[in-house]
């Protein structure tokens, strides 16, 4: 093969993380760089380009690149756009694919990063052999990549699959980043963890671990380390934000009967304190016809490595 290698990109809100991958799925080197350091679109393409080209000539792949594949949010496979991501710092829409592919000279295609980490799981991952699951990012957000029947949906126009926005608290819901009301991401990303957290110290009286810390800047990884010492406030904000995932599995399932929901992202590391409550809450509210059926379980990629994986094999087909 004369360019045996593909570089898989995965832009997230913090951080963009890049590597060159080989056919077997091997990350040959990676490395990162902030997202939001530049206030501008070309100059954010300029430092991967200078930092891309520079881990490619170190490793020996320069003119062996077949394909570049990006998995950023809200970008649209079909398009090559981002189209109103609210996680980037950019003014949208942003013609990603002809942006990047204009500079490095190579191929480019596209995908929404919980698409990109779904074809990570499919192809190296907990979805192996799988041909009918959903893959749901806990994150900055709540991402999602549906897989029916060995296909990521793209729907007619490439947006398909936000189930992070479907609502889930219709009255005097959240306002989420997306400008609607109750949104699943409003209460059940990393950040709405944290919301629940500043609410729940507002509006109750007992001690907390939590109550050491600035209200504002507690984080769900301040949540999850006061649980683990047995903070009963940090448990129960654990129990609401798993038990409204678990009804929101139980809705999921009722439309695609996937084989397994697996959990990727930082706040899917917090153990049973996560698991217990979303496998009870959907165990409630499952139909009946579906109970038992579908498996929760956990990425089995490095966090790292899913995304960028999954948008490296975007690099194999383009064109």
Known sequence: ??????????????NTVF????????????????????????????ELYQELTRLIDANNATDKILGIGIGAPNANYFSGMIEGSVNLPWPTPIPLADLVSEKFGIPVTITNDANAAAIGEMTYGAARGLKDFIMITLGTGVGSGIVINGQLVYGHDGN?????????????????GCGRTGCLEAYCSATGVARTAR?????????????????EDITSKDVYDAAVAGDKLAKDIFEFTGTLLGEAFADFITFSSPEAIILFGGLAKSGDLLMNPIKNSLDKNILKV??????????????????????SSLGWEAK
Do not use: Q, W
């Not at 609410?199 to 209200?215: D, G, Y």
């Not at 579908?294 to 990629?301: G, H, Q």
């Not at 966090?303 to 994986?309: K, T, Y």
């Open 160 to 176: 398909a699959g936000e189930l992070g926005h479907v609502v889930i608290k219709r009255n005097n819901g959240r306002l989420c």
């Open 19 to 46: 590597g060159i991958v080989d056919a077997r799925g091997n990350v040959l080197a990676s490395n990162s760089i902030k997202t939001a350091k530049h206030a501008k679109i070309e100059d954010y393409v300029e």
């Open 199 to 215: 609410e729940f110290l507002e509006a109750r009286t007992e001690p907390s671990l939590l109550r050491n810390l600035p209200i």
């Open 290 to 311: 579906f109970k038992g059926k579908t498996k929760i379980l956990l990425s089995e990629l490095k966090e790292s490595d899913a995304a960028v994986l999954g948008a």
């Open 1 to 14: 093969m004369s360019k045996p290698y593909v570089v898989g990109i995965d832009i997230g809100g913090t």
